[in-house]
Structures are given as C-alpha cells and as structure tokens.
C-alpha cells in the first residue's frame, strides 16, 4: 500500500508564497502519475496539477497556470507543488495523489491513493 503524506501549509498573505511536499513510502511507481488537488470548504475537491513519475509531462488546472508548478525528486521518494503569487481563492486542503495511469488527469476519480491533505489559508 502506498502512503502519501503531505506537508508545507500554512497561513500567508495574498501574493506570497509556499511549497508544498508528498512523501511517498511503501510500494512506490515505476510509472504512473502524481497529483496534486485542492478542496475549499463547500466545493468539490479540484485537480490543481499533475506530473509523471518517469518523464516531464505535467498538467496544470487554467486557474493555477504560470503560478504553480508541480515537481518531483523520484531519489528521495517527494513530490512538490510551489505555488506563487497566492490568491485568498486559494485557500484549501491540499492532497497529494498517485494514479497508475501514464497521463496527468485532472479527475481525481482516477487516483487510487490519497494523503490526508494539508492546509493552506491565503489571507487578504
């Protein structure tokens, strides 16, 4: 089973910044995707980016693009997702995702392992 642990929220102001990780313990991929999603209070849970876990291909949700940008260090088993330029709509739990597929896919119907999120409040 693989275990997904987030970390890194935390409280900013409105145009700051923060990097959130994932470590991944257990069984890991050879293959497959991360992800990265968001829930605010009342909304569904949104697909924020995703990436890889062999090759550079990522995916960005269009109100996220040219702020956030999802990475990974396959050697130390952690997935990142910087995020700049943060906005009150921001405000969310953030969880990290894996998926086997060999695309990023924006449903979160189709990640299969899931951390326990981690809070980010943007304040005005």
């Known amino acids: 089973q693989v275990q997904l642990v987030e970390s890194g929220g935390g409280l900013v102001q409105a145009g700051g910044s923060l990097r959130l990780s994932c470590a991944v313990s257990?069984?890991?991929?050879?293959?497959?995707?991360m992800g990265w999603f968001r829930q605010a209070p009342g909304k569904e849970r949104e697909f924020v980016a995703g990436?890889?876990?062999?090759?550079?291909?990522?995916r960005y949700a269009d109100s996220v693009k040219g702020r956030f940008t999802i990475s990974r260090d396959n050697a130390k088993n952690l997935v990142y997702l910087q995020m700049n330029a943060l906005k009150p709509e921001d405000t969310a739990v953030y969880y990290c995702?894996?998926?086997?597929?060999?695309?990023?896919?924006?449903?979160?119907?189709?990640?299969?392992?899931w951390g326990q999120g981690t809070q980010v409040t943007v304040s005005s």
């Open positions: 990436i890889r876990w062999n090759a550079r291909v990522t």
């Open positions: 257990g069984r890991t991929f050879s293959s497959g995707v």
């Open positions: 995702a894996a998926d086997r597929s060999t695309v990023p896919v924006p449903d979160a119907k189709f990640y299969d392992a």
